[in-house]
């Protein structure tokens, strides 16, 4: 069958009033609009606070400056065109600017706003530097989304990543599944592709996005179905955001309906202060508490994500809270000292950042100052 239809123009989603068409066409001239009638169709256009809708459709309160375009510091880590080497064994590969979707919080939404160079047309300089680092064991894939290319493009890159001896995982960051299984469904040179390439000695993992649990529909389920049955590992990540999934009901069906699939629930992301996400913030305490709310409604297997912020200096766990402090943990972290640090805060309800808690310590008014939290030994070396 053929795919899903797309569309760029918001002005064409009859389901939305003509009215507000034109002034969401006025946002989507800032932060662009994309999608398809496959996944517009999962929106229940009679709630104007539906949570698909939410994810796909241009919003005014995108217009609200706040958040930077950058908001994790990728530029600080580009070692090669296209790619980021920010943690040791994993290099970060970004080789498409486009995606099956535009979702309104992205945090990469630059890549889409403007012509950059920040994705890798030709990957030769890279592969030149993997080779070159032999403490490179993964190498994610993302972009924009790597299962919008075609398969034999997606097919080229991966062959040469595998030549590398030292690199064991690719990883394929991808919200197709969610966005458009058909993709998946339709097309029987993916499957052989995976085959070739996830091996007992080294697999590929795709890391799905699945938001809401209503994205995972029968087509979905299909397409994972596939890319299981041809051997590659599943694992999913997502942001947590006001109105979509920050209710401990919607992310306890998410983490379990993932799980019933065969996905691993691995990240659950604080919404990060990217420009245009201000209405999707949801403070970083609250969320730990939706988050952990979540999980105690689950068995063990859907519990398996940490909450974190990927911040510029590393990924940051909220591990914990009390009625003072909240506790933090460097799960992963550009400087390799930092990896394992236990960092406690005096609670800050309003904090939707790490740096929000960091300005308390240049104000003096946290348990331990910087310097002190850095003499913390780490947990784990
Ligand atoms: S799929 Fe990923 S890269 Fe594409 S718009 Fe969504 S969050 Fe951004």
């Given amino acids: 069958m053929a795919g899903p239809k797309y569309t760029t123009d918001i002005r064409k989603v009859v389901q939305i009033p003509a009215d507000e068409r034109e002034q969401l066409a006025e946002v989507a001239r800032k932060f662009a609009f994309r999608s398809n009638d496959y996944y517009l169709s999962l929106i229940d256009w009679r709630d104007p606070g539906d949570p698909i809708r939410r994810i796909a459709i241009p919003d005014p309160e995108e217009l609200v400056e706040w958040g930077s375009l950058d908001a994790s510091g990728e530029s600080a880590y580009v070692v090669a065109p296209g790619m980021e080497h920010k943690y040791d064994q994993t290099a970060l590969l970004l080789v498409s600017d486009l995606c099956a979707g535009y979702c309104r919080y992205c945090f990469r939404k630059r890549l889409f706003m403007q012509h950059t160079n920040e994705v890798a047309r030709d990957i030769s300089a890279d592969i030149a530097y993997i080779r070159q680092h032999p403490e490179i064991s993964g190498v994610l894939i993302s972009g924009g989304d790597p299962l919008f290319l075609a398969t034999p493009r997606l097919e080229r890159i991966i062959r040469q990543i595998r030549e590398i001896e030292h690199v064991k995982i690719v990883r394929i960051g991808t919200k197709i599944p969610a966005f458009n299984p058909y993709r998946i469904i339709d097309d029987p040179a993916l499957p052989g592709m995976i085959r ?186």
């Fill in 196 to 381: 070739r390439y996830s091996t007992p000695e080294g697999r590929i993992y795709i890391m799905t996005q699945f938001t809401h649990p209503r994205e995972l529909t029968d087509p979905a389920l299909r397409a994972l179905d596939i890319l299981q049955s041809a051997g590659a590992m599943l694992a999913n990540q997502t942001p947590l955001l006001k109105g979509i999934n920050d209710d401990p009901a919607v992310l306890t069906e998410l983490f379990r309906s993932l799980s019933f699939a065969g996905v691993a629930p691995y990240y659950v992301f604080q919404c990060r202060p990217t420009l245009g996400n201000q209405h999707f913030a949801v403070p970083v305490e609250e969320g730990y508490r939706i988050f952990e709310q979540a999980k105690s409604r689950c068995s063990g297997l859907a519990r398996r994500s940490i909450f974190a912020m990927s911040h510029r200096t590393g990924k940051i766990a909220v591990v914990g809270l009390d009625d003072e402090h909240v506790y933090l943990k460097y799960h992963q972290a550009a400087r390799r000292e930092d990896i394992g640090k236990f960092m406690v805060y005096r609670r800050l309800p309003e904090a939707v950042w790490f740096d929000d808690y960091a300005d308390l310590v240049r104000e003096s008014r946290i348990t331990r100052t910087e310097e002190e939290v850095r003499q913390v030994p780490p947990l784990i070396t």
